[in-house]
Each structure stands twice: as C-alpha cells, then as structure tokens.
C-alpha cells in the first residue's frame, strides 16, 4: 500500500441524533482521505468527541449524507451514542 492508498483509506462519518425528533439517527458528513481529515478537524474545533470504528466508518460512509441509518446499524450507533452520553459533564440538577 503506497501512502496515497493510505490516505484514500482513511474514513470518517459525522452523525446525529436528535431524540424525539429524528426517527433514527442520520449521517450528516461522510468523506475519504482529505475530506475525512477536514471532518475529523472541524469535530475537534467544535468539541465533538471522535469515536474510532473503522467497521463501523465503512459501513455509515456507504449510506449516504442525509440519510437515516439502517437497522442493522442500530446496535452499533446506539453503542456510539452512549460512548458520547457518557463523555457529557451530567447537567445542573443531575438528570439526562
């Protein structure tokens, strides 16, 4: 593999999830290489926390932006919403 397959490997998949309104959750961003670098940059400036599933990328990237998740990805995504819920300080008045 030369270092530009390397590049072109690298996938990062941006998601949201807005209970109560979005039936399941959605990617929002989907990108390879440099675009994958330019989400992973624009995650961090903003604070968001980067959950690292390489499986998990591929599959999501193959979805679509603006798309819902299909079931079988439900598990895994749900897993990835508790990693970001655990991450979150508890707010003023200790309820979720």
């Not at 990108?31 to 995650?43: F, P, Q, S």
Request: proline content about 8%; charged content about 30%; glycine content about 6%.
């Amino acid at each position: 593999m030369t270092p530009r397959d390397d590049l072109r490997s690298k996938v990062a998949v941006a998601l949201r999830y807005r209970h109560g309104e979005d039936v399941a959750p959605l990617v929002t961003a989907s990108g390879r290489g440099l675009l994958a670098d330019r989400i992973l940059a624009l995650a961090e400036e903003a604070r968001v926390p980067i959950h690292q599933d390489a499986e998990l990328a591929e599959a999501l990237d193959q979805i679509g932006v603006d798309r819902a998740i299909p079931p079988e990805l439900y598990s895994a995504v749900a897993e990835v919403i508790a990693f970001v819920h655990r991450l979150r300080p508890p707010p003023i008045g200790g309820r979720r």
